[in-house]
């Protein structure tokens, strides 16, 4: 049979049907898709010697002649050896195998084999320690002796399996198309596709093992980088309220600015002009404010809402949380004098009108913001799924927005859309978040976005005292903690999820929260908080300990607590080392807001020189982006905290310390949108099909869509 590239794997050479299912579970149907399945790491086999020169403790390849092999049953271990000597004209080796006895059905004296392998001195010599094998014959070798491929081993694919299937069938990436522009492979010095697929399977050499994977890597970075170009031309096309930041409206907002009890930081006052500026456009704005657990979000975002109410139009803020809408509702009644603003969640609708706070019936305030009388409407997932209808909405905020669904944020943009002769009008959109992402990766993930970055804390922050807490001073720690609820603090202890199954941490939490209550502390009150309470218990524990009727909160880390609690001093982590540190730097802003000095306790039974030198950093620094480049050093971008919920592609994923290369790929799909950008509704399709169709696959496969 002729075989192509769109054959369905179950008519390839003899693949079982066992097989051909192991295959579909990884998405794999057809003769093209195996030659993209690709390889994670390789061996390198390449350093081919004669026998009399292999080395203690370095990996070599040989070849050469079984002289002898047997099984042998150890005594002591009750194990299964398998011994063999092999030969070639410079001299003998052994090697050895552990529990493996099928081998001398395969491996027979006198036949051809190449080992490869690490060298260890044993009783008798020099001996090959469970070297990968293969016999030598007709066919290439590509189990050893050179650069080998290693696959992800998921679902029954062995290595050994794929490598022997995709040898022959690489012969059909000569006929996989193109579908990079030819400049951009010459511009980044790339393989073609049908090299760069021969070179990622069985690679020459460790070079060109590389240059196949930055290709690849590249491509799926490039792709991300025109969606999200795509994706933000597509918001663009929208018409949004322009407001024009007049002299009289100038005044106003300095006039707020003055009335603060505080100076802004300099990052506030650069976020919030980039705003203002934004928001002068008739294009929707689409901006995401990063930063730091109390570096001030809110009060860009209340500047922001203040400079388009006061020209006449209403603004939303959607938080994920009741209490943390509430926060935010008190602080607007504090901070803004004359405005109308309201509080609708799920229990509740309030009212601020006239200089008072008052309760109002829901569908009596539904009434007001239709009719315009409400100016700033803060809420939480009843924004969106109550029937709210705004008379002019002109600027959405969403705070905390990676709490949110993508379906979620979706929402937000498009349930206010407004549609005015023919031309879609949308509400400006600012999201803010705490997760410290750097520049170059949120260039990947949040792609779509303008950024600004608050990297500057308020002055006359304390500075939060943090300590790594040996297993043996765990006493004393407690009866620290102790003497500061004796002060009237309050304490959070945050718990590592303990084993796979504690996906919600329903285990972690209630085994510390119990230990806490039982045995170190029987007299305080502890609250717990867990992934599987409803969201009404949640709220009602964190109420509670707001209202300080809870001394110390248990929680997992699947719970942000993201309200301010300036009462709260100490902040425990258990089980540090399981954290990165952008994290743990996350859970260590919870404290500090108010006026007590605040203390962050890292528990850890880890003794690993290297653990405790990164816990250190923590010591070290209270800069969240800081953290989060150290975080992607040490332990991969797959360990921050938002990326690994972006769903991108492993190629990508591990591509996100290249910084060189993601800035390549955003430039590269700046350039290919500026180039088709002349064309009006299909305009890569026409210039460039390959890639377009690639993108749609892509796309679809990651869930972008
Ligand atoms: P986050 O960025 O985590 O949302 P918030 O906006 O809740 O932080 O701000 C944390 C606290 O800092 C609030 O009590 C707020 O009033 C206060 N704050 C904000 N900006 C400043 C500033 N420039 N100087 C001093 N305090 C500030
Ligand atoms: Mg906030």
């Not at 769109?6 to 066992?18: C, D, M, R, V």
């Not at 493996?100 to 490869?116: K, W």
């Not at 707020?256 to 009890?261: K, N, Q, W």
């Not at 980039?274 to 570096?295: A, C």
Request: glycine share 6%.
């Amino acid at each position: 049979m002729l075989v192509n590239l769109k054959t369905p794997i179950e008519k390839l050479f003899q693949i079982g049907p066992a097989y051909v299912q192991r295959l579909h579970k990884v998405g794999i149907k057809t003769a093209e898709d195996l030659l993209f399945y690709f390889p994670f790491r390789y061996d390198d086999f390449s350093s081919v010697k004669k026998i009399s020169d292999a080395e203690v403790g370095e990996i070599v390849s040989i070849a050469g002649k079984i002289i002898d092999i047997r099984n042998i049953r150890t005594r002591k271990k009750r194990m299964n050896l398998t011994e063999a000597l092999i030969e070639d004209d410079s001299g003998m080796i052994k090697a050895i195998w552990f529990n493996q006895p099928f081998l001398t059905r395969n491996l027979r004296i006198n036949a051809n084999v190449s080992l490869s392998g690490k060298v260890v001195y044993a009783q008798e010599g020099l001996q090959l320690s469970n070297p990968a094998y293969e016999l030598i014959g007709e066919k290439q070798i590509i189990h050893t002796g050179r650069f080998v491929p290693v696959y992800h081993e998921t679902e029954g694919l062995s290595s050994k399996w794929l490598r022997a299937y995709l040898k022959p069938l690489l012969k059909l990436a000569n006929d996989v198309e193109e579908y990079l522009p030819y400049d951009i492979i010459k511009r980044q010095k790339f393989f073609g596709i049908s090299e760069a697929i021969r070179q990622i399977h069985f690679p020459g050499d460790k070079n060109k093992a590389e240059t196949a994977r930055r290709r690849f890597a590249f491509d799926e970075l490039f792709l991300i980088q025109i969606y999200m170009i795509m994706q933000k031309r597509k918001w663009q096309k929208n018409n949004a309220a322009k407001i024009k930041f007049d002299q009289k409206l100038e005044i106003e907002i300095k006039k707020f600015v003055e009335s603060l009890p505080f100076k802004l930081t300099n990052a506030q006052k650069i976020s919030s002009w980039s705003i203002i500026k934004d928001l002068e456009k008739s294009q929707p704005m689409n901006r995401l404010l990063e930063g730091d657990v109390g570096s001030g979000k809110t009060l860009v975002a209340f500047i922001s809402a203040l400079t388009v109410v006061k020209s006449g139009y209403q603004v939303a803020l959607m938080s994920p949380t009741e209490i943390l809408a509430r926060q935010h509702f008190f602080e607007a009644v504090e901070r803004f004098g004359k405005i109308t603003i309201a509080l609708l969640t799920g229990s509740e609708s309030k009212i601020y009108e006239d200089n008072k706070i008052k309760k109002i019936n829901k569908n009596k305030l539904l009434e007001k913001i239709k009719n315009g009388e409400i100016n700033f409407l803060i809420g939480t997932h009843s924004l969106i799924q109550e029937k709210v209808v705004f008379k002019n909405l002109a600027l959405s905020i969403v705070d905390e927005q990676h709490r949110f669904g993508i379906d979620q944020r979706a929402k937000i943009n498009s349930n206010v859309l407004d549609i005015k002769d023919g031309l879609k009008t949308v509400p400006h959109l600012l999201s803010m978040t705490a997760t410290p992402i750097p520049r170059t990766l949120a260039l990947t993930i949040y792609g779509d976005l303008d950024l600004s970055i608050l990297d500057e804390m308020p002055k006359g922050r304390q500075k939060i005292i943090t300590k790594l807490v040996a297993p043996a001073n765990r006493e004393l720690a407690y009866q620290f903690i102790h003497d500061q609820i004796k002060k009237g603090r309050q304490v959070f202890v945050i718990c590592p999820l303990i084993d796979e199954s504690d996906i919600l941490g329903v285990k972690s939490a209630t085994e510390e929260y119990e230990k806490l209550r039982d045995k170190i502390y029987p007299n305080l009150n502890i609250g717990l908080l867990h992934g599987k309470m409803k969201p009404k218990e949640k709220e009602e524990i964190m109420q509670k300990f707001s209202d300080q009727k809870i001394n110390i909160l248990v929680s997992t880390s699947v719970i942000e607590v993201g309200i301010d609690i300036q009462n709260a001093t100490v902040m425990v982590i258990e089980g540090a080392d399981r954290f990165g540190l952008a994290q743990l730097h996350q859970f260590r802003g919870r404290v500090g807001r108010g006026e007590h000095q605040s203390f962050c306790f890292l528990f850890t039974d880890s003794t690993s020189v290297k653990t405790n030198k990164r816990l250190k950093a923590l010591i070290k620094s209270s800069n969240g982006f800081e953290l989060a480049e150290q975080d992607l050093k040490i332990r991969g971008p797959g360990e921050l905290v938002g990326v690994r919920q972006s769903g991108l592609p492993d190629l990508a994923m591990a591509s996100l310390t290249d910084f060189e290369l993601i800035k390549n790929a955003r430039h590269e799909a700046e350039e290919i949108i500026k180039e088709v950008g002349a064309y009006r509704d299909t305009p890569l399709l026409k210039k460039y099909p390959k890639l377009a169709e690639k993108l749609k696959i892509f796309t679809k496969k990651i869930h972008f869509e």
